[in-house]
């Protein structure tokens, strides 16, 4: 198990409403202090979140809820992020805690129905709510900085409301057209990753639970997005069952049809760089896999949950019995931590793949630039052999590459030595955090201002800023959105064209 967390702090308010819905929660559980009849606008949430529940479950947890507002925008910040204790989860807990939150507060409402009839009798019913609102904050504030931001929604009555009303939906077939899903477009896409599930606030884990019309449905989905927003592969969007249905009809593209499970054994780890190696994995079982340049691998690193890490090929796979990958360890990094620690020449590995046609080049291109920063230069090892040896068609191929040092450009001298010897290639690097001799300073965008990309087909691989800033060059310069392809471990779907292209 590696130690850096397997969760993952991150957006969860992607409107207006969830950002701020927690002033609400403010409003009443302070300001009701001094003006209870405050506390009797929960009653329009009791209304609003029952009412929701009953055509899309608890849609109203992830997009509405002031307290779950608070929990994921002024609290994550503080919290600790941990795993939430099982029992927490369970149906004994659901239903315990449902019975003693009621009883409690129906004694309250009936304590204040009372002064039904006297003046004070609204200000004593708003303030049994102010009171909850109060409780609920302090306790679920807590368990959000200690445990998890989410931990309270794990057993809040609220919840169990909810998920009874959206019971009652199912039963009457209402959901059916009104309920939408996490949906995966096409589970032969998807790296296995487990961001889905690390971003989660829920900790849930759809990537393992997609169902026979590729649609996540668990009673505990909140509908917030958060995973579609995270997915690397850009495979999930949140949908109706008719859209799925739809979805699951679209052809799997070209580069996933040959994807297998494959064993493979370590044959070397090669030390590139500090945290950069590259592994040669022999096929086992099958013993033969045809790949192509520019496409990418996946390599398990746990068992359980079951999560594998993609891999662009480095490898020129002439032999069809090897892959490498070079892979580089991310700081506080889940998975590279696994494979650098505990990955030793002789094991034997699962692999996925292989998998992608983004970076594969189309027949008929005729020029190409190859656009690379940090990592994103794998692909683009093999790639640059193969179009040169294998495409004669091909007119010009201009390889760009940044890296922060100059003994981070991985395979410098061979891109040189090939620039020398084949006209059609041209290769540029250029480092942006010192002054090295021959290199220029600054990053892959300074050089791509320079060149002329008339009539070419561009090629983006790396961090999401660097693909964003190339195409906004590139398009300046007359590229249109498809004439670009690109791959990046963060998802990139501000860019026009992305919904064609996605990576993974
Ligand atoms: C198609 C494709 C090809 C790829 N090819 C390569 C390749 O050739 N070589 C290569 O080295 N990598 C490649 N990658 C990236 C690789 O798949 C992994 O994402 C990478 O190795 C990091 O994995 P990890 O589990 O160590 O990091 P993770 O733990 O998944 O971390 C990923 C990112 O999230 C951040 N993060 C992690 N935990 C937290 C937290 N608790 N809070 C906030 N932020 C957090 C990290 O800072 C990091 O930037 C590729 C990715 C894709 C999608
Ligand atoms: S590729 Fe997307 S759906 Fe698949 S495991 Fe990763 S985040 Fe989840
Ligand atoms: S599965 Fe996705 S939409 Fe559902 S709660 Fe988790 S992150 Fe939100």
Redesign the pocket.
């Known amino acids: 198990m590696s130690a850096?967390?397997y969760?993952?702090?991150?957006n969860r308010a992607f409107t207006g409403l969830r950002r701020y819905a927690w002033i609400f929660t403010l409003l009443v559980a302070i300001g009701g202090l001094w003006e209870p009849k405050l506390g009797l606008l929960v009653l329009l949430v009791m209304g609003g979140l029952t009412v929701t529940a009953f055509f899309s479950g608890r849609f109203w947890c992830g997009n509405v809820c002031p307290h779950g507002s608070l929990f994921d925008v002024i609290l994550q910040p503080l919290s600790t992020?941990r795993k939430i204790p099982d029992f927490l989860k369970s149906k004994p807990m659901m239903i315990g805690f449902f019975i003693f939150f009621m009883f409690n507060f129906g004694r309250r409402v009936m304590g204040a129905f009372q002064a039904w009839g006297t003046y004070s009798f609204l200000d004593r019913l708003g303030f049994v709510f102010v009171f909850t609102y109060l409780v609920v904050m302090m306790l679920g504030g807590a368990l959000a900085i200690f445990a998890n931001p989410r931990t309270w929604c794990q057993f809040c009555p609220m919840g169990s409301i909810q998920k009874v009303s959206y019971s009652l939906g199912k039963t009457t077939g209402v959901t059916n057209k009104t309920d939408r899903l996490v949906t995966i477009s096409n589970p032969d896409m998807c790296?296995k990753?487990g961001k889905c599930a690390r971003v989660c606030p829920f900790q849930l884990e759809p990537y393992l639970e997609f169902n026979e019309n590729h649609q996540f449905d668990n009673a505990n989905c909140i509908r917030c997005a958060t995973c579609v927003e995270n997915c690397?592969a850009g495979i999930l969007s949140i949908e109706n069952p008719a859209t799925a249905m739809e979805l699951k009809e679209d052809p799997l593209p070209a580069g996933y049809l040959n994807r297998q499970h494959i064993t493979a054994t370590i044959t070397s780890i090669n030390d590139l760089e500090e945290d950069l190696k590259e592994f040669t994995f022999r096929f086992e079982e099958p013993s033969e896999v045809h790949y192509e340049a520019g496409q990418?691998m996946l390599v398990k690193v746990t068992e359980n949950p079951e999560a594998y890490?993609?891999?662009?090929i480095s490898s020129f796979g002439e032999d069809h019995q090897h892959v490498s990958?070079?892979?580089?360890k991310?700081?506080?990094?889940?998975?590279?931590?696994i494979i650098f620690d505990q990955f030793k020449e002789g094991d034997k590995v699962e692999l996925e793949g292989p998998m992608?046609d983004v970076l594969v080049p189309e027949a008929g291109t005729e020029k190409m630039i190859f656009v690379a920063n940090g990592?994103g230069i794998?692909p683009f090892i093999p790639l640059v052999k193969d179009v040169l040896e294998n495409r004669k068609d091909v007119k010009s191929v201009k390889l760009i590459t940044g890296q922060r040092y100059a003994k981070d450009l991985l395979y410098h001298d061979y891109f040189r030595e090939m620039d020398e010897k084949d006209e059609r290639f041209e290769y540029q690097a250029i480092v942006s955090r010192e002054d090295a001799a021959g290199l220029p300073r600054g990053h892959v965008t300074k050089l791509l201002k320079e060149i002329n990309a008339a009539g070419s087909k561009a090629y983006l691989c790396g961090t999401k800023v660097m693909v964003v800033d190339a195409h906004r060059i590139l398009t300046e310069k007359g590229l249109k959105p498809e004439d670009f392809f690109f791959?990046s471990?963060e998802k990139i779907s501000e860019l026009p064209g992305t919904e064609q292209k996605k990576?993974?």
Do not use: D, L, Q
Not at 325 to 328: E, N, V
């Open positions: 850096a967390n969760y993952i702090k991150t992020n790296h990753c690397p990418f890490r993609a891999y662009s990958m070079i892979i580089k991310v700081e506080k990094g889940y998975g590279t931590e992608g990592i794998t791959e471990e990576t993974a």
